[in-house]
Structure formats: C-alpha cells, structure tokens
T-cell receptor, first 113, second 115 residues
C-alpha cells in the first residue's frame, strides 16, 4: 500500500533555512501536499505540487519534487519562531481514489531564537 | 475564501451522552470529510461525502454517525462513545476538478474528551 515517510524532528535557528524531507511510494500520486499544524489547531494547507512539476516557489516556501526518487522537500527560507509547528507531507491517490490523502507521521519543526 | 468552520471548539461528554459535531463551508465544495486525529499522529480518514451522499466509510464504529443535510453542512453524531474516542475531529472539504477531487481544506477541529 501507499506509504509516506518523514523525519520526526528538525531544529533550526531563527533566520536559517529549514528543509523538511519526505519520501512516498505511490508513483501514481496526483498531488503532493504540505500541511502545517500548530499546537491545538487544525491543518493549514501550506502548498502543494502537481506530480508533473519539479519545483514550486511561493514566497518563503520552495517545494522540490524528484519523481524518479519519489522524494519531496519543503524549504522554508528565513525561518521564524512562528514557523514552529508540525509539518505533514501528504499524497493523494490517483483516479477514483484521489479523495484519499496518505499522510506522513509529521515533522516537528522547532525554531530557536 | 478557503474557510471551513467547526463547532464546538471543545466538547466534553460522558459515555452515555449524545452529542453532535458540526462543520460548514461556503466554498461550493462538493466533497466533505471527517478525520480523527490522536495526539502526535497524522489524521485518519473516517468518512467521505460527495454530492451529499456517503461515499466512503473507513470501517468506523456505528457509534459515529455522519450526516450531510446540504452541500454546505456536515454533521457527526456521537452516541455511547468510549474514552479511547477522545481525539481532535477534523472536517475538510474539496472541490472536483479535471483530475478528480482536489485539494482538501481543513477546519480548526473539535477537541473531544470522553469521560
């Protein structure tokens, strides 16, 4: 079945760049997503990338997709303390099952002042 | 506007109570979802409604009963819950596009505690 793997923890200093990595197994995924979850809150869609793209940039966020290696990364430039949260990578299925998101376990990003 | 709202924000209930969670979106999305999220875990899909019809039930116990009264509203009726059902319940919605159901937008969740 589909599987999404992420490292569980990342700690960076304020102002540095953060890179969160994710690998997935379903080569037929349509979209790949990054969601952010702050303590006690719901999931906030940060960005997504369509499977036929290899890069997407949105302000401080850069998503890179290596489809051959099934590797997705999220780079946050100039990381701020407000970026401290859990970041979930998720893939959608394809065709009739693309309603189903498969999430990674989440990466806890800690930003130190 | 990509807002999904959920009420209540917090809920405490006993194992014999009946309560309901509510979710609303006005984005014209025709798919709505219920997820359950335990602490430090990713969300787990429970139900999917598409065009107000239940299309997916991920083998959820019958003590959870979803309802979709119209295209903007989604309810989750709770009855005879167990303490292990305590969790954050998230609602999401998505629109249909050329490739099927598109990006899911989540609400803030209802934090449920069953005593």
């Amino acid at each position: 079945g589909e599987d999404v793997e992420q490292s569980l923890f990342l700690s960076v200093r304020e102002g540095d760049s953060s890179v969160i990595n994710c690998t997935y197994t379903d080569s037929s995924s349509t979209y790949l997503y990054w969601y952010k979850q702050e303590p006690g809150a719901g999931l906030q869609l940060l960005t997504y990338i369509f499977s036929n793209m290899d890069m997407k940039q949105d302000q401080r966020l850069t998503v890179l997709l290596n489809k051959k290696d099934k590797h997705l990364s999220l780079r946050i430039a100039d990381t701020q303390t407000g970026d401290s949260a859990i970041y979930f990578c998720a893939e959608s299925g394809s065709g009739g099952s693309n309603y189903k998101l498969t999430f990674g376990k989440g990466t806890l990003l800690t930003v130190n002042p | 506007d990509t807002e999904v709202t959920q009420t209540p924000k917090h809920l405490v209930m006993g194992m014999t109570n009946k309560k309901s969670l509510k979710c609303e979106q006005h984005m014209g999305h025709r798919a709505m979802y219920w997820y359950k999220q335990k602490a430090k875990k990713p969300p787990e899909l429970m139900f999917v409604y598409s065009y107000e019809k239940l299309s997916i039930n991920e083998s959820v116990p019958s003590r959870f009963s979803p309802e979709c009264p119209n295209s903007s509203l989604l309810n989750l009726h709770l009855h005879a819950l167990q303490p292990e059902d305590s969790a954050l319940y998230l609602c999401a919605s998505s629109q249909e596009g050329g490739g099927g159901w598109e990006t899911q937008y989540f609400g803030p969740g209802t934090r449920l505690l069953v005593l």
